[in-house]
């Protein structure tokens, strides 16, 4: 039996040493996002939105508006966030710190449960520091959102703190209260937190059925109040967005319950398999044996709420564009409850005895390769130094841009450069156009007095931007190096720089089509249409850069019609010359420039893409001579079957 001691003593600590591990990676991970400087994911920029308007008075709930669309959450984390704001000043990592303490918050409940519940110390420390180490593993497996500026982990912590209190200290009505209290504060934070307290009043009709009322009174008091308060300030705002268009999500019952128990089941096989048998164990043991020893009432509490917590996964994870984060309630209590498991095995079995020791040796080694099993690397999580770089350099460029911005992928960013006016986020957006609610008042008119001195997307306009084009233009296409990326949910980046098309004619310009005509050049065909594109028409889609309102282009006519625009001759006076193009890379697309009726130069459209870019000729050799520039579409198919032309001038010496 000598050996079997020692053997348990070697795989709980290599056990332990892979928790420690998880838990040393994960730290790092907290540590090298804590104060990066702009959104690790997309919404974080909306949440510091919410709370520095909390910060300022300003209503979180309200008209949808150009300036500010409510997210459907309820109110207890921005509010918190801006309430602290005001004392430590808002910033990213205001906001992540308080995730982290959250997310601290409730290991340390995980630990204080395990530690509670296993009467052999030694194995009760090692089960808890497995626990939390398995909760650890989980973060690539959540879409890494334990320290995002976001309301789950403060959801998480507050729950995981009320049901603690209500398992072991319901006896006291200081306790209860605060239990009620936090969950009241769980479901303000996020509204998924209402199975927990759903469930909470279940178990306390077990509990203690005398003191069910009074959870019931605490939490309808404080939820329940703030809501009514919330409600009337904001003229029904707040209910409507927190019940209304969240209500408005539509939910995929294979998302719900097919792929999200095979990704949970993934993410942690073993600790889930643990769950999943205790119970059959549990029975069977109890059964077969003389004494019939029963379960823990502790024991069945949290493997209720694993149930519930499980649900509570599933669920949000079948709502529409839902994304892993959903799972953290469910493998956290998994990661809980398979700990809790192990000890009620090995203690069943007895921890003296041949087959308790087997059990605590065979389970912990199980627990350690799922722990081994489930090292990531930190490379897709963490910003880099580049990507520093690049935040620090697209912030200066935001700071350089004229007037006022309109980011509503990351809305926050003009804020954090000083421009004085708020824009809404995109998925609040979205939400609200989902569930029916009015266009945000204010927008189109802004876009058509050409309010913004710059507008940033990170999606090429679709459908629902497309007016945009009306009077705005794309300038600027970021590459990878020029606007910083986010590191998990729905992977978007700053792309797309529009400006107002205004009028220019830049110095040195031969051609430039700003009287929004052909005048003096000459068509065949039908390919570039009767006019330039540009002004009112917004059907060339996202094409540009190009020099003030008009473009020469064939994009709006599609792919079959074919033609070529002829320039008037122009004499040669300098030595280089500049031209804007774009289209497709193909030889029946281009650019020729021809003196004396031979080709002195040919471009085809050179970018396979809608993004113009600007290409140079020398023409030093043909000074004084006549030039004349065609501009050719013989594309009759796909792909890229168009040309843009725009702004031919001198390059200046």
């Not at 792919?559 to 031209?579: A, E, H, N, Q």
Request: glycine content about 8%; overall charge positive; charged content about 15%.
């Amino acid at each position: 039996m000598r050996w079997l001691r020692w053997t348990s003593v070697v795989v709980l600590g290599a056990a332990v040493a892979c928790a420690v591990a998880q838990l040393g990676l994960l730290g790092y991970v907290f540590f090298a996002r804590l104060n990066y400087p702009l959104d690790v994911e997309w919404m974080e920029s909306g949440m510091l939105a919410h709370a520095w308007r909390v910060m300022n008075g300003l209503s979180v709930y309200s008209t949808p508006s150009a300036d500010f669309i409510a997210y459907a959450y309820t109110p207890l984390y921005p509010y918190l966030l801006g309430a602290l704001g005001k004392i430590f000043g808002l910033s990213y990592t205001l906001g992540r710190l308080v995730s982290i303490l959250s997310f601290a918050l409730a290991n340390v409940v995980v630990v204080l449960v395990v530690l509670r519940e296993c009467s052999s110390r030694w194995i009760g420390r090692s089960a808890a520091v497995v626990a939390v180490g398995l909760v650890a593993a989980t973060f690539p497996h959540t879409s890494a959102w334990f320290d995002l500026v976001r309301n789950d982990s403060l959801m998480l912590g507050l729950s995981a703190l009320a049901l603690y209190l209500l398992c072991y200290k319901h006896q006291s009505w200081p306790h209860l209260i605060a239990a009620g209290a936090l969950l009241a504060g769980a479901f303000l934070t996020k509204q998924t937190a209402s199975m927990f307290v759903l469930a909470a009043g279940l178990a306390m009709l077990v509990l203690n059925w005398r003191r069910a009322p009074a959870l019931a009174a605490v939490v309808g008091v404080l939820a329940g109040g703030w809501l009514v308060v919330g409600n009337t300030l904001s003229a029904g705002w707040m209910w409507t967005y927190i019940y209304k268009v969240h209500q408005g999500h539509t939910i995929s019952w294979e998302n719900a319950f097919v792929r999200a128990p095979k990704l949970m089941f993934a993410a942690a096989p073993v600790a889930l398999s643990i769950c999943a048998l205790w119970p059959i164990f549990a029975v069977l043991h109890r059964v077969l044996t003389r004494h019939r020893q029963r379960c823990q009432v502790s024991m069945l509490y949290w493997f209720f709420f694993l149930l519930v917590a499980m649900g509570v996964a599933c669920l949000g994870y079948g709502m529409q564009w839902a994304v892993e984060n959903a799972f953290i309630p469910g493998l956290t209590l998994a990661a809980m409850f398979s700990a809790l498991a192990v000890n009620d095995v090995v203690l069943r079995l007895g921890l003296d005895r041949r087959a308790g020791q087997i059990a605590l040796v065979l389970l912990f080694a199980a627990l350690a390769a799922q722990l081994a099993n489930s090292w990531y690397s930190v490379d897709s999580h963490v910003p880099t130094a580049k990507n520093r770089v690049a935040a620090e350099q697209f912030l200066r460029r935001l700071a350089a841009l004229e007037g006022p911005i309109l980011m509503p992928y990351h809305p926050y960013y003009p804020q954090l450069v000083g421009k004085p006016e708020q824009s809404y986020h995109q998925m609040a957006f979205n939400n609200a156009q989902r569930a029916g609610l009015p266009a945000p008042a204010q927008l189109s008119e802004r876009i058509a007095k050409m309010h913004y001195g710059s507008i940033v997307l990170d999606t090429a306009p679709g459908q629902r931007y497309q007016y945009f084009l009306n009077s705005y233009k794309f300038e600027h296409y970021f590459r990878g190096n020029e606007s910083p990326p986010v590191f998990t949910g729905y992977r978007v980046r700053p792309l797309y720089l529009l400006v107002p098309k205004r009028k220019a004619s830049p110095q040195g310009s031969v051609f430039d089509f700003e009287d929004g005509s052909y005048d003096g050049w000459q068509r065949e065909g039908t390919a570039f249409g009767s006019r330039p594109l540009g002004g009112a028409r917004s059907d060339q889609g996202l094409l540009g850069p190009y020099s003030g309102r008009y473009v020469a282009s064939t994009i709006h006519v599609g792919d079959g019609p074919t033609g070529k625009l002829i320039s008037p001759p122009f004499r040669v006076i300098g030595r280089r010359l500049s031209y804007r193009i774009g289209g497709g890379r193909r030889p029946d697309i281009y650019v020729r420039f021809l003196v004396d009726g031979k080709e002195v130069h040919r471009q085809d459209g050179a970018t396979h893409n809608h993004i113009m870019e600007r290409r140079e000729v020398d023409v030093s050799a043909h000074l004084g001579k006549q030039m004349v520039v065609e501009v050719v579409d013989n594309a009759r198919r796909p792909p890229m079957g168009f040309i843009a032309f725009d702004d031919l001038r001198w390059v200046a010496e």
